[in-house]
């Protein structure tokens, strides 16, 4: 089965700053995917970014960035030049290539102070 | 494109009652699935269908737990018997088969189901 792990169930950061999220997870398959999800307060879960296994570049979204580490199962979400808006929960996610559930991490709060 | 739409928002029930929840999915979405999440935790898998066939269902879901999705469209989730185990957060999520939608599932706001 697979796992998810998110060491840090919260932080904090200042606007403008940058941060980073970690994610680690475990399985034996060799195609997959991984995603960042991020949850507002009281508001519905929405995708952040989005890594293929198979892909060696990783993937970028505006301000968010992964630095996706295979061989460590290593999968941080980078969040630069913090915005007030980015104060959420936010769940590293797991899907096997064979199989479309998904399996989540749980959580990191995040905090942008101004 | 509406999103994914969950009803109700919130429901409180006593310990032992019957609860349904309702689930539209982003209309054309092939795949619809259903997670609980408890407080403190993140989102886990209960079960999922491709069109109107329940393809998997976690050991979570226990047999007081029963979902449909007739046609193929919206779906519902019932919890028979209620316990105060069952209270969590309960998210619709649907996807579209295919390259293209790179396997992206989109979540509704979810029920917040709370047993007394």
């Known amino acids: 089965a697979q796992t998810v792990t998110q060491s840090q169930p919260e932080m904090s950061v200042q606007e403008a700053e940058t941060v980073t999220l970690s994610c680690t997870y475990d399985?034996?398959?060799?195609?997959?995917?991984l995603f960042w999800y991020k949850q507002p307060p009281s508001r519905q879960m929405i995708l952040v970014i989005r890594q293929e296994a198979y892909k060696q570049q990783n993937a970028t979204e505006n301000r968010f960035s992964v630095n996706f580490q295979k061989a460590a199962k290593s999968f941080s979400l980078k969040i630069s030049d913090s915005q007030l808006g980015d104060t959420a929960m936010y769940f590293c996610?797991?899907?096997?290539?064979?199989?479309?559930?998904?399996?989540f991490g749980k959580g990191t709060l995040l905090t942008v102070n101004p | 494109d509406t999103g994914v739409s969950q009803n109700p928002r919130h429901k409180i029930t006593k310990r032992g009652q019957n609860v349904t929840f309702r689930c539209d999915p982003i209309?054309?979405?092939?795949?619809l699935y259903w997670y609980r999440q408890t407080l403190g935790q993140g989102p886990e898998f209960l079960t999922y269908?491709?069109?109107?066939?329940?393809?998997?269902k976690s050991r979570l879901l226990s047999d007081r737990f029963s979902a449909e999705r007739p046609k193929g469209s919206f779906s519902t989730l019932e919890i028979q018997r209620t316990e105060q185990g069952d209270s969590a957060m309960y998210l619709c999520?649907?996807?579209?088969?295919?390259?293209?939608?790179?396997?992206?599932?989109?979540f509704g706001a979810g029920t917040r189901l709370s047993v007394l």
């Open positions: 999520a649907s996807s579209l088969d295919g390259t293209k939608a790179k396997n992206i599932q989109y």
């Open positions: 399985t034996s398959e060799s195609n997959y995917y």
């Open positions: 269908f491709q069109n109107e066939a329940q393809l998997e």
């Open positions: 996610a797991f899907m096997g290539g064979s199989n479309y559930k998904l399996t």
């Open positions: 209309s054309e979405h092939n795949r």
